[in-house]
T-cell receptor, first 113, second 115 residues
Framework: GNSVTQMEGPVTLSEEAFLTINCTYTATGYPSLFWYVQYPGEGLQLLLK?????DKGSNKGFEATYRKETTSFHLEKGSVQVSDSAVYFCALSVWAENNDMRFGAGTRLTVKP | DAGVTQSPTHLIKTRGQQVTLRCSPKSGHDTVSWYQQALGQGPQFIFQYYEEEERQRGNFPDRFSGHQFPNYSSELNVNALLLGDSALYLC??????????????FGPGTRLTVL
């Protein structure tokens, strides 16, 4: 079946540090890959996505590259801010197959000033 | 554009009771999916509605049922509540015909507590 495994954390960084959150996937078809962010007390917001191999999604300084050879979609940011503190979820969907989203367990990021 | 809205925000029920949660999708969207997010975990897919029918379903018992109305809004019903049903219930809307990379837009969720 389709599934996502992500680094569980929690992750604590100082402001301006480099961030990497690992995500690997298993899929029977050709998945699209997503990173969602959840701020305290809120729903999920799409951060970035990639729909085919070697695509790079980017938004707000965050980046992730769809690596088919390693079945990975790691999230990176060069310099985190306190406002980036949130829970980050890696997810996939296989549109032609079922269209529902499969999420990882989430990684809580805390950025300290 | 109001985005995806859900009601109520919070709900407290006791074991054995029944609950109905409501969702209005983002304007222009025709598909509604429901997810259960237990504390500290990722969302788990419950089911998806399109054209007023359940299009697919995750690994949830029949106590979980739903409905989609002609205006695309949706309800999630849970019968015979168990303590383990306590969670944040998220509604997400999308446009089925969008194709590959079909993004789902999430509402703020309904926090259900079962005592």
């Amino acid at each position: 079946g389709n599934s996502v495994t992500q680094m569980e954390g929690p992750v604590t960084l100082s402001e301006e540090a480099f961030l990497t959150i690992n995500c690997t996937y298993t899929a029977t078809g050709y998945p699209s890959l997503f990173w969602y962010v959840q701020y305290p007390g809120e729903g999920l917001q799409l951060l970035l996505k990639a729909t085919k191999a070697d695509d790079k999604g980017s938004n707000k300084g965050f980046e992730a590259t769809y690596r088919k050879e390693t079945t990975s979609f790691h999230l990176e940011k060069g310099s985190v801010q306190v406002s980036d503190s949130a829970v980050y979820f890696c997810a996939l969907s296989v549109w032609a197959e079922n269209n529902d989203m499969r999420f990882g367990a989430g990684t809580r990021l805390t950025v300290k000033p | 554009d109001a985005g995806v809205t859900q009601s109520p925000t919070h709900l407290i029920k006791t074991r054995g009771q029944q609950v109905t949660l409501r969702c209005s999708p983002k304007s222009g969207h025709d598909t509604v999916s429901w997810y259960q997010q237990a504390l500290g975990q990722g969302p788990q897919f419950i089911f998806q509605y399109y054209e007023e029918e359940e299009r697919q379903r995750g690994n949830f018992p029949d106590r979980f049922s739903g409905h989609q109305f002609p205006n695309y809004s949706s309800e999630l019903n849970v019968n015979a509540l168990l303590l383990g049903d306590s969670a944040l219930y998220l509604c997400a809307s999308s446009l089925l015909g969008q194709g590959v990379g079909n993004e789902q837009f999430f509402g703020p969720g309904t926090r259900l507590t079962v005592l």
